[in-house]
């Protein structure tokens, strides 16, 4: 099977909810991802302060922290979030794009681990910390979850 | 309430039910769609948290209050069909300065949820 390839993987992500949101490649390493999301009007949850709703993010770290998981496995396998807990810092700026970069931090038998941030444009000063889990379907005990 | 701009995105709309409490309802569509055939966990997630917005709306009346969500943490039960979903949310405390939502989304049976999530969102009375 060939290795897997997060760029190659992201350009099918332009259908379904994240093509919705524009949700792109931006870049990854051994145990992480980064994907992009470029500011739209209608992702607006809180139209007074122009400040983006909490789903976009959601979605964002939930996919960018899924490819991390393929990316440190090496392949596409299946898994489903069990849980995602977003923690958010400051709203981000509008007008600019939220980068999402998710890391798997710990691969067990049935369970991986997985952490993310999100900033929009100083990784120093991320706009949100996301902490989360997800069931592995592929091994016998995940896939009767 | 009046719903954001990103309920539009959902193609969310607000009910309510038969005691006045508001409910979420968003039909299926690919614009929701994760993997094929289920709903994605962002916009289930995201539905979630209008949800949770509604119901503070709801139980702050008439009073104008800016709500932050600070910590919003959903747990998925189960996948989202190809069908319409539903939710609603309880505020579980409302204090000066903080209040503890619980928020719940389901299909066809409202004791069978495909995701909870819990928000704690900070108040800022005007």
Same mark, same amino acid.
């Given at each position: ?12 992500l332009g259908w379904g909810h994240g093509g919705r949101l524009g949700i792109a490649y931006h870049d990854h390493g051994a145990d992480w ?113 | 309430?009046? @719903?954001?701009?990103? =309920?539009? /995105?959902?193609? *969310? ?8 409490? %508001? #409910? ?25 948290? @209008?949800?949770?917005? =509604?119901? /503070?709306?709801? *139980? ?8 932050? %969500? #600070?910590?919003v943490t959903t747990d998925f039960q189960r996948g989202g069909r190809a069908v319409p979903t539903r939710a609603a949310a309880t505020v ?35």
């Open positions: 099977m060939d290795a897997f390839d997060p760029a190659r993987f992201a350009k099918r991802v980064e994907l992009a999301l470029p500011f739209s009007p209608d992702q607006v949850g809180d139209p007074a302060r122009g400040v983006l709703a909490s789903g976009p993010i959601v979605t964002l770290m939930d996919m960018a922290t899924s490819l991390a998981i393929w990316q440190r496995r090496g392949m596409f396998l299946p898994h489903a979030t069990l849980d995602l807990r977003v923690d958010y810092l400051r709203a981000a700026t509008p007008g600019r794009t939220v980068i999402g970069r998710g890391t798997c931090t710990r691969l067990a038998r049935r369970v991986a681990f997985v952490r993310g941030e999100a900033h929009d444009g100083d990784p120093a000063d991320p706009v949100a910390h996301v902490a989360g889990t997800f069931m592995l379907m592929d091994t016998a005990q995940g896939a009767a979850a | 309430m009046t @719903l954001p701009p990103y =309920a539009d /995105l959902l193609g *969310a709309t607000l009910d309510h039910d038969a005691d006045g409490a %508001p #409910v979420l309802l968003m039909p299926f569509g690919d614009h929701v769609v994760g993997r094929p055939g289920f709903l994605h966990g962002g916009a289930i997630a995201g539905l979630l948290e @209008l949800a949770a917005l =509604a119901a /503070l709306h709801h *139980a702050l009346g008439k009073e104008s209050v800016g709500i932050k %969500p #600070v910590t579980t405390r409302l204090g000066t300065r903080v209040a503890n939502v619980e928020a719940i989304a389901w299909q066809d049976d409202r004791t069978r949820p495909i995701a909870t999530a819990r928000l704690n969102c900070l108040l800022e009375r005007g």
